[in-house]
């Protein structure tokens, strides 16, 4: 079970670290990615992070701007988002990558359907 939080209400140009704990499963064996989805609009791939944490994913139009991590010690895994724009705005989910041990081509974690487990998803919202 996966369990997104931090979500809120900031303005263009601030900050949010969004946080997923997960429980029941053995977090540290699963590479975790974070998805949004703005109304109308499907979802979209923001960052994944392998279960080593050794590499690390982006969105071209994220890159330099968000920062996915993750505390195999909490069983959490973060995205640190800067520079906010309004075009941020959306429901943020984290995910769980549907195959254990698993270390992948950057394109593999672009794809919604590669992830086993969602979270719930918590609302960002960036005012102009």
């Known amino acids: 079970q996966l369990q997104a939080s931090g979500g809120g209400l900031v303005q263009a140009g601030g900050s949010l670290r969004l946080s997923c704990a997960a429980s029941?499963?053995?977090?540290?064996?699963?590479?975790m990615g974070w998805f949004h989805q703005a109304p109308g609009k499907e979802r979209e791939f923001i960052a994944a992070?392998?279960?080593?944490?050794?590499?690390?994913y982006y969105a071209d139009s994220m890159k330099g701007r968000f920062t996915i991590s993750r505390d195999n010690a909490k069983s959490t895994v973060y995205l640190q988002m800067n520079s906010l724009k309004p075009e941020d705005t959306a429901v943020y989910f984290c995910?769980?990558?549907?195959?254990?041990?698993?270390?992948?081509?950057?394109?593999?974690?672009?794809?919604?359907?590669?992830?086993?487990?969602w979270g719930q998803g918590t609302q960002v919202t960036v005012s102009s």
């Open positions: 029941g499963r053995t977090f540290s064996s699963y590479s």
């Open positions: 995910a769980a990558d549907g195959r254990v041990y698993s270390s992948r081509s950057a394109y593999y974690y672009t794809v919604p359907s590669n992830f086993g487990s």
């Open positions: 992070i392998t279960w080593t944490g050794a590499n690390t």
